[in-house]
């Protein structure tokens, strides 16, 4: 079946640290990647997608992605976590059937 | 631009008793989506609307369904609720199909069901 693994349901970085949030896919076809966002009370906010262009996509606020086929992965990164990057982000994939599987979420927890 | 809206924002209902929820996408976007978001699943893919076609159905009992309208505008219907139906119900707007354009969220309707 086909799946979105987000691994870690909450990750806690330093202000200032590496921020990864690992999403990996299972499919042998190159489908469309996206990492979403939902800041507190709100709804979803693209930050990047991924569409067989480049495998390295940039985004908002400065994160960015990497599509690797040999790992289906397509873990999200940011150099240096800021305050405001607390929130939860999903991982979504489309396998090529017309419809977003999205991951369970990881909730990112920035200390100060 | 105004954003997508979803009214009412917060449900409390009983068991056993239905609900309508409603969403006005973005001005010029066709194509609306209803995901379903609880702490334990995820968000779960309900249904998509274009044109006011159903395009595609997730794997939701036949107690959720959902219409749209010319205006664009989609409204969600759950009857004979139960416990398990508490969740976000979050509609989505996109230009084209979700599973490669951008999608904009609404901020959701928070159903709670007694």
């Known amino acids: 079946a086909q799946s979105v693994t987000q691994l870690g349901s909450h990750v806690s970085v330093s202000e200032g640290a590496l921020v990864l949030l690992r999403c990996n896919y299972s499919?042998?076809?190159?489908?469309?990647l996206f990492w979403y966002v939902q800041y507190p009370n709100q709804g979803l906010q693209l930050l990047l997608k991924y569409t067989s262009a480049a495998t390295l996509v940039k985004g908002i606020n400065g994160f960015e992605a990497e599509f690797k086929k040999s790992e289906t992965s397509f873990h999200l990164t940011k150099p240096s976590a800021h305050m405001s990057d607390a929130a939860e982000y999903f991982c979504?994939?489309?396998?090529?059937?017309?419809?977003?599987?999205f991951g369970t979420g990881t909730r990112l927890t920035i200390i100060p | 631009k105004a954003g997508v809206t979803q009214t009412p924002r917060y449900l409390i209902k009983t068991r056993g008793q239905q609900v309508t929820l409603s969403c006005s996408p973005i001005s010029g976007h066709r194509s609306v989506s209803w995901y379903q978001q609880t702490p334990g699943q995820g968000l779960q893919f309900l249904f998509e609307y274009f044109s006011e076609t159903q395009r595609n159905k997730g794997n939701f009992p036949g107690r959720f369904s959902g219409r749209q309208f010319s205006n664009s505008r989609s409204e969600m219907n759950v009857s004979t609720l139960e416990l398990g139906d508490s969740a976000l119900y979050l509609c989505?707007?996109?230009?084209?199909?979700?599973?490669?354009?951008?999608?904009?969220f609404g901020p959701g309707t928070r159903l709670t069901v007694l």
């Open positions: 979504a994939v489309n396998f090529g059937n017309e419809k977003l599987t």
């Open positions: 989505a707007s996109s230009m084209g199909p979700p599973s490669y354009n951008e999608q904009f």
């Open positions: 499919s042998s076809v190159p489908p469309y």
